[in-house]
C-alpha cells in the first residue's frame, strides 16, 4: 500500500488553491482586538496529535477536551463531559456529555448537529484502531496518545446514547482523568470525517481543521503565520480577541524586535542574555514560574554501541553539564539529575548524578572495548524549545566534550517540523529532546519516556528504552491509585534510570513568556501550553 503525501504537502497545495480566507483576515487586520503570538516554529500539525509546543498552542485554540485544567492551575475541572462516574474496581468510567455545544464551520463543511459522543469515539478510535478509515490519512505517528500507553489501556468505548459515553480501561489506572486534559483528546467531528471521506478528499480535514474551542481556523502559510478567528457561538462565550495570529519566528532576537516594534504582542523561549533588558524595558512584562520539564540527550540504547551501559555511562561523564547550563541557560535553567523536575510529586533526592571525569570516561570505553572512541551521531533541534533555548550551542558544546575522549559526533539538525517522528522511529544514534507534560502526573514522564510499549510503538521513547526491572515498577505504579503507594516505587524507577542512563538529564527550565503591558488577563499554564482565551487587549486610542 503506498504510503499517503504528508499533511504538509497537503496544506500547501489546500492553501494555493483555497485562499479565499485570508480577506477575511486582511479585514481584520487593524482591529483593536487582533493578539499575534510570535510562534518559534512550524506547527507539526493542525490537528491534535503532536506534543510539541508548536503544535499544541493550534490545538488549545481550536479544540476542547472532555476534562480540562482551571486556567493557570493544575487542578481537574470538567469542560465537555460536565460529570462522570468511577467504578468501585477503578475500570469504568462514565462520561454525561455537555450538550448545546456548537462545531465550527468553513467552506468545506456546514454541521448539522451539535458535539455529541460520536465525536468522543472518533476522536478515540482514529488513533488507537490501524484500521480506521482515517488512522492512516497524512502519516501521523500519534506519539501523544503512544505516550500516554492510551491504547494498551483502553478496553473499549462504547456509546450508551447521545450524550453519554463509557470507557472500560483493561487496568485501573491512576492517571487517567488527567490523560483525558491532554490535547490528543481534543474533539474531532465525526460528520466533517465522514463528509470528507465520502467526497474522496479525507486530508482536506487534517489540513483545515473544525473544532469546538475558543478560536476557528481560518489559514495556515508555511513558515508565515496561522491565523484564527474567535468562534462567537464558543460554548464558555466568545473570546476578547477577535482575531489571533501565530507569527512564525524562530529566531528569538527576531521576536524580541517584532514585540519591541508592537509587531507581536506575546513571545515565548527568549534568549537568556536579553532577559535583563526585557525586564527593564517599559513596555514588556516578563511573566515566569518553574516548568514542569526535563531538557536530555537520548541515546538509541536499541543501536551499538548504545546498547551498552558503560558506553552510556562514558558520555554521560564525558559532558560538562555544569558549562552547558551556565552558557546555555544563563539562570533560566538548573542542571537536572532525574527524568523528573525537583517540583514533582516523588521526586527522589537521593539520586546522585553523574560526576564530569574525562579520565573515569576514557577508562569506561575501554572496558567496553572501545580504548580509541568511535563515530556516530547527534541530532540537533533547529529552533529553540521549552527544554532549551539554544540548541545549537548545546550540540556544539557537547560535540566537543565527546570529542576529547575520542568520540566523533556529527551533528545534525532535520527539519523540525519532521525531528520528533523521525526520532521515535529510531533514525538517531543521539539526539536532543526535552519534554513537558501536560498534566500533573508523574506517570508522564516515567511511563511516557521511557516504557517497554512506547519504545515499541515509535512514541516519545527517544532512548528505545525496554529495561524490565524499570518497566514493572513504572507499569505498577500506574495501576495504584493511593499516590502515597506509587511514591516508592518512582524513587525506585528514578534509581534504576540513573544506574541504566538512557539519557543524559541536562536541564529542568522556567516556562518564561514576555508580553506587551497591552496584554491582560494572559496567565501561564503550569504545562506549558499557550492559551489565549480570558486574555484581551487594552483598548488603543
Not at 478567528?229 to 517584532?258: C, H, M, Q
Not at 572501545?370 to 533541534?381: A, I, K, Q
Request: with cysteine; hydrophobic share 40%; glycine share 6%.
Amino acid at each position: 500500500m503506498k504510503k499517503q503525501a504528508s499533511w504538509r504537502v497537503i496544506i500547501q497545495v489546500l492553501l494555493m488553491g483555497c485562499v479565499g480566507l485570508t480577506p477575511l483576515f486582511a479585514q481584520a487586520k487593524d482591529t483593536p482586538h487582533k493578539l499575534v503570538f510570535c510562534s518559534e516554529g512550524n506547527p507539526e500539525s493542525l490537528v491534535p496529535y503532536s506534543s510539541s509546543t508548536t503544535s499544541v498552542g493550534v490545538y488549545v485554540a481550536l479544540n476542547d477536551t472532555l476534562i480540562s485544567h482551571l486556567r493557570g492551575e493544575t487542578d481537574i475541572t470538567p469542560s465537555l463531559a460536565v460529570h462522570w462516574q468511577i467504578s468501585r474496581d477503578g475500570k469504568e468510567y462514565t462520561f454525561f456529555l455537555r450538550q448545546g455545544v456548537k462545531w465550527h464551520r468553513n467552506a468545506f463543511f456546514e454541521p448539522t448537529r451539535d458535539f455529541n459522543a460520536d465525536d468522543v469515539i472518533f476522536t478515540i478510535e482514529r488513533q488507537r484502531d490501524i484500521n480506521h478509515p482515517y488512522h492512516g490519512v497524512s502519516g501521523f505517528n500519534y506519539s501523544y496518545f503512544k505516550a500516554a500507553g492510551f491504547g494498551a489501556l483502553l478496553k473499549s468505548i462504547k456509546k450508551l446514547d447521545n450524550y453519554t459515553i463509557k470507557f472500560t480501561l483493561n487496568q485501573a489506572n491512576a492517571a487517567f482523568l488527567t490523560m483525558l486534559t491532554l490535547p490528543f483528546t481534543g474533539m474531532q467531528s465525526h460528520d466533517y470525517a465522514l463528509a470528507m471521506l465520502k467526497r474522496g478528499t479525507p486530508e482536506i480535514f487534517d489540513a483545515n481543521p473544525i473544532g469546538v474551542g475558543p478560536f476557528s481556523f481560518e489559514s495556515f502559510e508555511k513558515n508565515k503565520n496561522v491565523v484564527f478567528k474567535s468562534f462567537p457561538d464558543y460554548w464558555r462565550g466568545k473570546a476578547k480577541i477577535d482575531v489571533l495570529e501565530f507569527s512564525i519566528t524562530p529566531n528569538a532576537s527576531d521576536r524580541w524586535k517584532k514585540l519591541q516594534a508592537n509587531i507581536c504582542q506575546v513571545m515565548l523561549f527568549p534568549n537568556p542574555a536579553d532577559l535583563a533588558q526585557m525586564r527593564k524595558h517599559p513596555d514588556t512584562t516578563v511573566l515566569e514560574q518553574a516548568g514542569l520539564n526535563v531538557g536530555f540527550l537520548a541515546y538509541n540504547t536499541s543501536k551499538p554501541p548504545f546498547d551498552d551501559v558503560r558506553v552510556r555511562k562514558a558520555l554521560n561523564m564525558a559532558i560538562n553539564k555544569a558549562a552547558i547550563v551556565e552558557r546555555v541557560f544563563q539562570g533560566t535553567g538548573v542542571a537536572a539529575v532525574n527524568l523528573i523536575p525537583p517540583t514533582m510529586w516523588s521526586y527522589n533526592k537521593e539520586v546522585k548524578d553523574d560526576v564530569f571525569d574525562p579520565v573515569a570516561a576514557k577508562q569506561l570505553l575501554k572496558e567496553a572495548g572501545l580504548p580509541n572512541g568511535f563515530s556516530t551521531d547527534l541530532w540537533v533541534m533547529t529552533v529553540a524549545r521549552p527544554t532549551n533555548p539554544n540548541p545549537e550551542l548545546t550540540g556544539q558544546m557537547i560535540q566537543t566534550d565527546l570529542a576529547a575522549i575520542g568520540v566523533k559526533a556529527e551533528i545534525k539538525n532535520p527539519e523540525w517540523t519532521e525531528y520528533a517522528d523521525r526520532m521515535a522511529n529510531g533514525e538517531h544514534a543521539m539526539g536532543l529532546y526535552g519534554w513537558t507534560t501536560g498534566q500533573g502526573d508523574p506517570d508522564a514522564f516515567f511511563y511516557g519516556l521511557l516504557s517497554c510499549e512506547v519504545a515499541q510503538s515509535n512514541g516519545p521513547n527517544m532512548a528505545k528504552f525496554c529495561y524490565q526491572p524499570y518497566d514493572d515498577l513504572v507499569r505498577k505504579a500506574r495501576a495504584v491509585a493511593d499516590p502515597m503507594l506509587r511514591i516508592p516505587l518512582y524513587e525506585k524507577a528514578q534509581q534504576i534510570f540513573k544506574e541504566q542512563a538512557p539519557w543524559m538529564t541536562i536541564a529542568h527550565v522556567k516556562q518564561i513568556v514576555v508580553i506587551r503591558n497591552e496584554v491582560e488577563n494572559f496567565r501561564l499554564s503550569p504545562f506549558g501550553a499557550v492559551r489565549f482565551y480570558g486574555a484581551e487587549l487594552k483598548e488603543r486610542p
